[in-house]
């Protein structure tokens, strides 16, 4: 089966930890570019993060950039995102997506998966 998972959220208290994964089956993620995304309810859907083919490139959002890091396990077929000192405001749905066509993380809406989201939830 051809699909992105994510795992990894959980509650935790504000300034704790976690590390997401976003895990490809029936594909490559060596060959895409893979975004994490988060969306809280009643917000717009924001990017976190960006890492493209061959780790070229690595973006983060002003949010949380200091606090996370987007890396990538060609041999484990993932990408992950660690986030430290988490804030209450970091609490949302979190969701990568891969894009075969856009590689180096331009700015763009055509991805070939999308997972289905992992809830993170920090309490002060």
């Known amino acids: 089966q051809v699909q992105l998972v994510e795992s990894g959220g959980g509650a935790v208290q504000s300034g704790g930890s976690l590390r997401l994964s976003c895990a490809a089956s029936?594909?490559?993620?060596?060959?895409?570019?893979v975004r994490w995304f988060r969306q809280a309810p009643r917000n717009e859907r924001e990017e976190v993060s960006c890492i493209s083919v061959s780790d070229i490139k690595t973006s983060y959002a002003d949010s949380v950039k200091g606090r996370v890091t987007i890396s990538r396990n060609n041999d484990e077929n993932t990408v992950y995102l660690e986030m430290n000192n988490l804030k209450p405001e970091d609490t949302a749905t979190y969701y990568c997506?891969?894009?075969?066509?856009?590689?180096?993380?331009?700015?763009?809406?055509?991805?070939?998966?999308w997972g289905q989201g992992t809830q993170v939830t920090v309490s002060s």
């Open positions: 997506a891969a894009s075969r066509l856009y590689k180096l993380c331009e700015q763009h809406e055509d991805y070939d998966y």
């Open positions: 029936g594909f490559a993620l060596d060959n895409y570019s």
